[in-house]
């Protein structure tokens, strides 16, 4: 089956290329905006798939099943938050939308411009999105290199997956910009949604065996299924609200929104996403159940190795096994490396725009800054590669830690749009504040205080030295 | 500025969501019950799962009913 997989993915990163090279000839300028945001031209079809491709990464597909066996089925949390993630939107993308198109917005740094007019909070909000972003395109890179090693049964070693993979991906990207992306992204959407969606039928006839299993776990692993205790439901409530609030202001979905053509397409993809988390999350729950008594007989294994296990698995066991293995192992790399694309064309848009163009290429034109992207681009990725080759934390941290320093820019967007005594000042203190809480605490080994996720304390902390420091300054 | 702060959704929409987010964790429900299996999970877990869904369901409505062009 390995030796099949490969030539599965060897034909998979041809279409990837040929997808690159098709999206370079259909681009209408070398501007900023059609590298960046394909012109601000995608429609709600494409919008949908391009924001479920980013949003569900390597950290949802490989690391929900993983939780689940490791953890027990208080992990269903990460369904609460992949919703919250819509909803959080919600609380700004019409604001943010509505002036986006009228002020031709490329990066969010844009938006705290526009809002705040104070440099030196742009560029320390900046600074930090710059930081999440690098920890994510991490953690993508060290689980394409997961991915491959583990489907092909070690035929492809980890280094040379992340290597191979990381080139495939920045030679289509830098051909076609976003909307080599966005299609990328269409394609892998709908490979992943038909091989999960198949998965789960040949789950769900099996509702005995399912009840065969809770029982086996109230018996033999009852830590794993019982109520969970009041300080995991505080543990609960603030991941969701943590991750929920933090995922929505990833600078690629940021950019998602700018990228709507229209307002009927923004709602129309915003209205299906919201569902997106049951039809994903609640089959990856399922597995990571029914993989937790096969875990049992097999000892010191990876966790992050959970689904490709069970994917192979089920691959032997029929055809229709089989095929439907095969597009989710292609839908899941496909996962990773369009969410590693989009962190990476959003980092090389803030660090050329936002940063370069503002200090040492301040008076270089658009194209130029363009190509600066591009070769920015090659130069992050090769940095992180680098690192991925040399491990040292495992995938659920590594998301924890983004989203403790990433959450502290949600209120630049929350109370941006919402809030008119918020000033700039207070702003920037506020995120000092907030920022220096989280990275402090994260040095420290503090993941939680009281249960509570450091992160969203740290949060908190934010807004409400927003609001203090506004007012005083005000005054 | 003061155009774009405008509001889209009222106030107790975010209530509701709220009350949604309250219901999706299960505090609420007691120990025995709570373990009683349906469809072979735990109630708990699909009470879980349930507000899950309500939540999306109310997310499409209030999208439509009151994100309009300004």
């Known amino acids: 089956m390995s030796t099949l997989i490969v030539i599965c993915i060897s034909l998979y990163l041809l279409i990837l290329i040929s997808i690159g090279l098709i999206a370079h000839k259909k681009r209408q300028s070398n501007s900023m ?20 491709a980013t949003q569900y990464s390597a950290n949802t597909l490989l690391v929900t099943p993983a939780e689940v066996a490791d953890k027990g089925l208080g992990m269903i949390l990460i369904l609460g938050y992949l919703t919250f993630i819509v909803i959080s939107y919600l609380t700004f993308a019409p604001q943010l939308f509505r002036i986006s198109k009228k002020r031709n917005f490329i990066t ?24 999440a972003s690098l920890n994510f395109l991490l953690a993508q890179l060290m689980a394409m290199g997961h991915l491959v090693n583990g489907i092909t049964d070690g035929q492809i070693p980890y280094r040379a997956g992340v290597i191979f993979l990381a080139l495939v991906m920045i030679v289509y990207e830098t051909l076609g910009g976003m909307r080599a992306v966005a299609w990328t992204d269409v394609a892998q959407g709908i ?10 039928f040949i789950l769900l006839p099996d509702l005995e065996g399912l009840t065969n299993i809770s029982k086996w776990l109230i018996k033999n692993e009852p830590q794993k299924i019982n109520l969970p205790d009041p ?15 933090g995922a929505a202001v990833y600078p690629q979905a940021i950019q998602r929104i700018y990228a709507a053509r229209s307002l009927k397409a923004l709602k129309r993809s915003m209205s299906a996403m919201v569902f997106m988390p049951l039809f994903t999350v609640l089959i990856l729950f399922l597995i990571g159940i029914v993989s937790i008594p096969h875990f049992t007989a097999i000892e010191k294994i990876s966790h992050d190795a959970v689904l490709p296990y069970m994917l192979e698995y089920w691959g032997s066991q029929s055809l229709l096994g089989l095929i439907l293995t095969l ?28 940063i370069l163009g503002k200090t040492i290429l301040k008076d270089v034109s658009e194209e130029q800054l363009t190509k600066t992207g591009k070769i920015l681009s090659w130069i992050i990725i090769w940095v992180m590669v680098f690192f991925a080759l040399n491990p040292k934390i495992t995938l659920f941290r590594t998301i924890e830690l983004k989203m403790q320093i990433l959450i502290q820019t949600a209120p630049l967007f929350l109370l941006g749009v919402h809030s008119k005594k918020v000033t700039s000042k207070g702003m920037l203190i506020g995120l000092s504040i907030g920022f220096a809480f989280a990275v402090g605490t ?16 740290a949060f908190f902390l934010n807004v409400l030295g927003c609001y203090v420091f506004s007012y005083l300054f005000k005054n | ?6 509001k889209t959704f009222p106030s107790w ?31 708990w877990v699909i009470a879980s799962i349930l507000s899950v869904v309500i939540t999306a369901i109310f997310t499409v409505w209030i999208i439509n009913k009151y994100w309009k062009e300004k």
């Open chain 1, 327 to 354: 597009m989710v192992i292609i839908g899941l790399l496909a996962a990773i490396m369009s969410t590693a694309d989009s962190v990476l064309l959003s980092l090389s848009s803030i660090i050329s725009k936002d």
């Open chain 2, 13 to 43: 929409v975010w209530i509701t969501y709220l009350l949604l987010f309250s219901l999706s964790i299960p505090w609420y429900i007691p120990e025995k019950p709570a373990m009683m299996l349906i469809l072979g999970l735990p109630l």
């Open chain 1, 33 to 52: 905006k059609d590298h960046y945001l394909a012109g601000g031209s995608l429609g709600a079809f494409v919008l949908l798939l391009t924001l479920y």
């Open chain 1, 191 to 200: 490979m992943l949604f038909i091989g999960l969606g198949g998965l789960f």
């Open chain 2, 1 to 6: 500025m003061l155009n774009i702060m405008k």
């Open chain 1, 442 to 457: 994260f040095f420290l080994g503090l993941k939680t205080i009281a249960g509570i996720q450091v992160g969203l304390i």
């Open chain 1, 231 to 245: 300080n995991f439901q505080i543990y609960w409530a603030s991941t969701v609200l943590m991750i929920g609030l």
């Open chain 1, 108 to 131: 969010p740094g844009d938006w705290f411009d526009y809002r705040f007019r104070l440099p030196s909070l742009s560029l320390i909000a900046n600074f930090v999105l710059i930081i």
